[in-house]
C-alpha cells in the first residue's frame, strides 16, 4: 500500500468529487481518513478515537477510521484545501484557518472579546453559532459542532508582559488578515507560518515570539525554544469539528445525525480534555525550564484590542454584534 501523503491524496481528489454519492449497502465500508496535527495522546487525536467508537457502536461495520496524526499531512491551511476537495474526509480547524473563506467567523478571534469558556459557550449556543455554521456550510466545510482549544498566551524567548515589550519583534502569527492586523498594532511584525514550521522558525530566529495555547505549546515542545509564556489570554481559541462536503454529502440522513450527534459528544470530550491537558502541558514546560508570567497594564492590551475590533467591525456583522457577543453569557 502506497504511503499516505499530501501529494497522493491531492492527486485523487478530483476522483474523489466526480463520483456520485453512495448510499445504502455500498458504504457500508466507507473508509475516512482524518487528519490531526497532533500525536495520539493529544486532545485533537483523542477526540478522533471517540467519534470512532461513538459512530461505531450507533453504525457498526460501516465506517473504518484512518487517523493521522502528527501534522503528517500537513498544517491546517493545506487540510482544510484537501478537506475542500474531499481528499481527506474529517479534521479539527481553528476558525483562524478557515477566515480566508470564512471572514466573518473572524468574529470568534477578536482579542479580549471572551471572558472564558463558559462565555464562548454562551455565545456559540445561539444565533451567532448557527450563522457561522451555515457559513462554513456554504464553503464546504460541514461543522456539526465547536470545540474550545482555550485562551491562546504569548511566547517569547524573555517574558512579553507589557505591551510595549512586542516593538520591533518579528511575531509568528496566525495567517489570517485579523491575527495580522492585531500584532501590528502592538508595533511586531507579524509573519505567516504553518504551524508545524513554528519550532524551526522560532529556533533560527525567523520569529522572535508567537502566541499559542497551552497545550498546543507542550504539544510542539515549544518551551525549548520560546520558554517563556505571558499569560495575556487574549483571544478564545475556537474551532470546529470539520467533515468534508463530498463526504458528508454521501451519506443518508441516518448516518449525518449519528456523526453530527457523534460530533457534539466528541466537542464536549474535546473541551473537558483540553482543560486537563492544560494543565498537564504546563508541568511539562516547567520541568524543562519552561517560565509562566502574568501579564501587565491589561488596558493598554485592551486599547490595541479595541482597534482591532473597529477595523474588523464589518466584517464579522457590525460593531453592535461584536457588542451582543461581548455581553453574552
Known amino acids: 500500500m502506497p504511503t499516505l501523503t499530501r501529494r497522493n491524496l491531492l492527486a485523487a481528489s478530483a476522483g474523489l468529487l466526480a463520483m456520485p454519492a453512495l448510499t445504502g449497502r455500498a458504504r ?144 509568528r502569527a496566525v495567517q489570517s488578515p485579523l491575527h495580522t492586523r492585531l500584532w501590528s498594532a502592538f508595533g511586531a511584525t507579524p509573519v505567516g507560518i504553518p504551524i508545524p514550521e513554528t519550532y524551526n522558525a522560532l529556533q533560527t530566529g525567523v ?19 520560546v520558554p517563556h509564556l505571558t499569560e495575556t489570554g487574549h483571544i478564545r481559541a475556537a474551532g470546529i469539528v470539520c467533515f468534508s462536503a463530498p463526504f458528508w454529502n454521501g451519506l443518508s440522513d441516518e448516518e449525518r445525525q449519528v456523526f453530527a450527534e457523534a460530533a457534539r459528544e466528541g466537542a464536549a470530550y474535546f473541551d473537558a480534555l483540553v482543560v ?20 501587565e497594564a491589561r488596558e493598554e492590551w485592551e486599547k490595541g484590542a479595541r482597534a482591532v475590533w473597529a477595523d474588523f467591525a464589518e466584517t464579522v456583522g457590525g460593531m453592535e454584534r461584536i457588542e451582543e457577543t461581548a455581553a453574552a453569557g
Open 28 to 171: 457500508a465500508q466507507t473508509r475516512l481518513t482524518v487528519a490531526s496535527l497532533m500525536a495520539d495522546d493529544k486532545p485533537e487525536t483523542l477526540i478522533w478515537l471517540k467519534i470512532r467508537d461513538l459512530v461505531e457502536a450507533r453504525l457498526p461495520g460501516r465506517f473504518s477510521f484512518n487517523i493521522v496524526g502528527n501534522a503528517a499531512l500537513g498544517g491546517e491551511k493545506e487540510v482544510a484545501e484537501m478537506i475542500r476537495l474531499g481528499a481527506v474526509q474529517a479534521s479539527l480547524s481553528t476558525v483562524s484557518a478557515l477566515a480566508g473563506w470564512v471572514p466573518e467567523a473572524q468574529l470568534l478571534d477578536l482579542p479580549f472579546l471572551f471572558r472564558d469558556a463558559a462565555h464562548l459557550r454562551a455565545a456559540l449556543s445561539g444565533d451567532t453559532g448557527a450563522r457561522l455554521k451555515a457559513r462554513f456550510d456554504d464553503e464546504h466545510f460541514i461543522a456539526p459542532a465547536f470545540i474550545d482549544y482555550g485562551a491562546r498566551h504569548l511566547l517569547g524567548r524573555e517574558a512579553l508582559t507589557r505591551p510595549e515589550a512586542l516593538r520591533g519583534l518579528t511575531i
Open 276 to 295: 486537563a491537558d492544560e494543565a498537564k502541558a504546563m508541568e511539562i514546560a516547567a520541568a524543562h525550564g519552561g517560565a509562566v508570567h502574568q501579564s
Open 207 to 225: 520569529a522572535d515570539a508567537m502566541d499559542l495555547t497551552k497545550s498546543a505549546y507542550a504539544g510542539f515542545r515549544l518551551y525549548e525554544v
